[in-house]
């Protein structure tokens, strides 16, 4: 069993940061594509940000210049620094990872339970 478990979540005030990790853990041969999606009140679920298994990285444009993804391999966790945060950006983050485990030679999207990022005006 594959599980992405998220941690950083929390309220800041507006032009503050915080910083989103995403361990995966369990039986994992393999992860290629990671990413963070968010999902804020009343709206619906939106991508911000994926890198590759070699660190090439994209994000949404709304996050451009605030936003940085990346990811260390060794221990199978991506990461979104988030800085100059504004109240828009409120919503909880989810991970996703394209992830192959034992016993199966396909990669599947797993996502993670999600974390709620509060930026106060």
């Known amino acids: 069993q594959v599980q992405l478990v998220e941690s950083g979540g929390g309220l800041v005030q507006t032009g503050g940061s915080l910083r989103l990790s995403c361990t995966a853990t369990?039986?994992?041969?393999?992860?290629?594509?990671m990413g963070w999606y968010r999902q804020g009140p009343g709206k619906e679920r939106e991508w911000v940000a994926s890198?590759?298994?070699?660190?090439?990285?994209d994000t949404a444009d709304f996050v451009k210049g605030r936003f940085t993804i990346s990811r260390d391999n060794a221990k199978n966790t991506v990461y979104l620094q988030m800085d100059v945060l504004k109240p828009d950006d409120t919503a909880v983050y989810y991970c996703?990872?394209?992830?192959?485990?034992?016993?199966?030679?396909?990669?599947?999207?797993?996502w993670g339970q999600g974390t709620q990022v509060t930026v106060s005006s």
């Open positions: 890198i590759t298994r070699g660190s090439i990285q």
């Open positions: 369990g039986s994992i041969v393999s992860i290629n594509d």
């Open positions: 996703t990872g394209r992830i192959r485990h034992l016993g199966t030679d396909l990669h599947i999207t797993y």
